[in-house]
């Protein structure tokens, strides 16, 4: 969804600090991230949508009274009713889990075996972060379930097999009747979570849902977070403040740190408890490769976020001429114009991350030529004042 721009905040960014130009109403808002923040993995994925079986067989789910369903669409009902656990894992917590997928091949049910991890299904329990799996119904289903719990989870298409994922065609519908136009099969999914490891705990019924995206503004050529519906105000302040730290990295994973520590402590108040694991949940995001942004600082130095790919481009881009610098943002930008969206993403995305990395070198370059004219007008200067003083000297002795 475009946001549009009374709804915006932008974001100017230097070398050295970023300046904040408040537009209209600050809610809800779109971050604006300089020319170019390259990430390929948040791409907007092509979905798919649920074909008229599958339609019909949810439809019949979501009429028992004991199933549960959420606004994204997902239906679930426990298997067990009082499972052992006392915690949700966050988002990047460690799960032991037992899964068994399959396909849902006509209204009245009837499915077939896409994957399973159980014994009978050939497999074994395997372990994974909910942020990690590439169904968001397992990434959904996880962070609300407890040590113990059981589900049975009726699930429309757009939260399977996403476009690209190596078994997205296991979700395409076999009916004997017809492909619905190639509409996907909704699928049934049972999912156990034996154990929470190596991760942060949330009290049972705290469920943090805000998250937040880098999109690409092709006409524009700017990156900008774009929070969920499940950000609040108070998130979307937060997430602001911490999108203009500048070393964001550092700071982010030394203020979760401190938070974490905080929360170990006795005594800390049920609201103040949840507002800092809510903070945590954001900035732990901010963490993430694709959410950093390489900053250069002066000629040659970067700040932490600069992976190596890009050092190793801001080494060999920093003994340019002026000249050659504006040459390649002229290919580089014609490029992104024309051609990113034929390219694989990953190589559109370090298209854009170079053009970034140059008008920064720019920026840089200009401000050292700047710096540079006033120090040489400043030793002519006092050259000039040295002549002078001794003109005058040598006029007393005559």
């Not at 901010?286 to 080494?315: H, P, S, W």
Request: hydrophobic share 30%; charged share 25%.
């Amino acid at each position: 969804m475009r946001v549009s721009p009374s709804d915006q905040y932008h974001l100017q960014v230097s070398p050295f600090q970023i300046t904040r130009r408040k537009k209209s109403t600050p809610f809800p808002f779109v971050i604006i991230i300089a020319i170019c923040l390259g990430t390929s993995s948040l791409l907007l994925q092509h979905v798919q949508a649920t074909n008229d079986a599958g339609l019909q067989w949810l439809a019949k789910q979501r009429e028992d009274k004991h199933t549960v369903e959420t606004p994204s669409g997902l239906m679930y009902k426990r298997k067990i009713k009082k499972p052992r656990g006392t915690h949700h894992p966050s988002f990047d917590a460690y799960c032991k889990i037992q899964l068994e997928i399959s396909r849902v091949l006509d209204h009245n049910g009837t499915t077939e075996l896409v994957e399973s991890t159980t014994a009978e299904g050939g497999g074994q329990p395997i372990t994974l972060r909910p942020e990690d799996s590439s169904l968001p119904v397992i990434r959904e289903a996880l962070q609300s379930m407890v040590e113990g719990d059981w589900w049975e989870l009726y699930v429309p298409s757009h939260l399977g097999y996403q476009h690209g994922d190596n078994k997205n065609n296991k979700n395409k519908a076999t009916t004997t009747n017809h492909d619905d136009n190639n509409d996907a099969a909704a699928l049934l999914v049972e999912l156990e979570l034996q154990e929470i490891s190596h991760g942060d705990l949330l009290p049972a019924g705290e469920v943090h849902r805000c998250f937040f995206q880098i999109q690409w503004n092709a006409a524009e050529r700017i990156y900008f977070f774009q929070p969920n519906s499940e950000c609040d105000e108070r998130d979307q302040t937060y997430i602001q403040k911490v999108s203009r730290w500048d070393s964001r990295s550092s700071k982010a994973d030394a203020e979760t740190a401190r938070l974490r520590n905080m929360l170990a402590k006795e005594n800390v108040k049920q609201e103040l408890g949840f507002w800092m694991r809510r903070r945590m949940h954001i900035l732990k995001q901010f963490l993430k490769e694709e959410m950093r942004i390489c900053t250069l600082i002066q000629d040659g130095a970067y700040m932490e976020d600069c992976n190596a790919q890009e050092q190793e481009y801001v080494k060999k881009v920093d003994a340019w001429e002026d000249t050659k610098v504006a040459e390649e943002i002229e290919r580089l930008v014609h490029m992104d114009q024309t051609t990113t969206t034929s390219l694989e993403p990953t190589l559109a995305s370090w298209v854009r991350r170079r053009i970034r990395i140059l008008n920064q070198m720019q920026s840089v370059k200009s401000k050292r030529h700047s710096v540079d004219n006033n120090n040489n007008n400043s030793d002519n200067n006092t050259a000039d004042d040295t002549g002078n003083q001794e003109t005058h000297h040598q006029h007393e002795e005559l």
